[in-house]
T-cell receptor
Framework: EAQVTQNPRYLITVTGKKLTVTCSQN?????MSWYRQDPGLGLRQIYYSMNVEVTDKGDVPEGYKVSRKEKRNFPLILESPSPNQTSLYFC????????????FGPGTRLTVL | AQSVTQLDSHVSVSEGTPVLLRCNYS??????LFWYVQHPNKGLQLLLKYTSAATLVKGINGFEAEFKKSETSFHLTKPSAHMSDAAEYFC????????????FGSGTRLSIRP
């Protein structure tokens, strides 16, 4: 089954404790991205990657890191989480970033205390 | 630069009546436009997309949207609302000039009255 998986689905952590949210897709897509969803703001792109070893900043990259060492995986790293990073996070993949359908993961609800 | 504005944060209609969700965009180059739907506590699913072919685009579940370049609009419509249409809807814009960024609107919550 074609899918995007994220782990964990729910996470409660404390300020400053490094965490990683994993994302994996099995569709051989080249384009992957991370979003955060906050009430009234829609989804905002954090980082995106057009292919292996190619990543770039979206609209809200501060406080986040990503890497793309393999085509299928695109982990999101919060090295020192803060309460303003409490949000719902989605990973997505597609063939390209411009004209193709994005396939979304189920979301990760993160709470930073 | 590009941006997208969803003109209504909440729309409420009666079951069986038409639905109109409004979206205006700004893009320096030819845009691609999408509508995605998010049902409560679920992920996002593509409803339809415009990528410079026919300006009237038909999607799933009876939804359609018309790309109007002169009005910079991409409104989503459905002739007859169903209870299962209650969800949040997002208008999305991309373009080849945008360095591959993808811009979402702030969303419109659609409620259906019995």
């Amino acid at each position: 089954e074609a899918q995007v998986t994220q782990n964990p689905r729910y996470l409660i952590t404390v300020t400053g404790k490094k965490l990683t949210v994993t994302c994996s897709q099995n569709m051989n897509h080249e384009y992957m991205s991370w979003y955060r969803q906050d009430p009234g703001l829609g989804l905002r792109q954090i980082y995106y990657s057009m292919n292996v070893e190619v990543t770039d900043k979206g609209d809200v990259p501060e406080g986040y890191k990503v890497s793309r060492k393999e085509k299928r995986n695109f982990p999101l790293i919060l090295e020192s989480p803060s309460p303003n990073q409490t949000s719902l996070y989605f990973c997505a993949s597609s063939w390209t970033g411009q004209t193709d359908t994005q396939y979304f993961g189920p979301g990760t609800r993160l709470t930073v205390l | 630069a590009q941006s997208v504005t969803q003109l209504d944060s909440h729309v409420s209609v009666s079951e069986g009546t038409p639905v109109l969700l409004r979206c205006n965009y700004s893009s320096s180059y030819s845009p691609s436009l999408f509508w995605y739907v998010q049902h409560p506590n679920k992920g996002l699913q593509l409803l339809l997309k415009y990528t410079s072919a026919a300006t009237l685009v038909k999607g799933i579940n009876g939804f359609e949207a018309e790309f109007k370049k002169s009005e910079t609009s991409f409104h989503l419509t459905k002739p007859s609302a169903h209870m299962s249409d209650a969800a949040e809807y997002f208008c999305v814009v991309t373009s080849y000039s945008s360095a591959s960024k993808i811009i979402f609107g702030s969303g419109t919550r659609l409620s259906i009255r019995p």
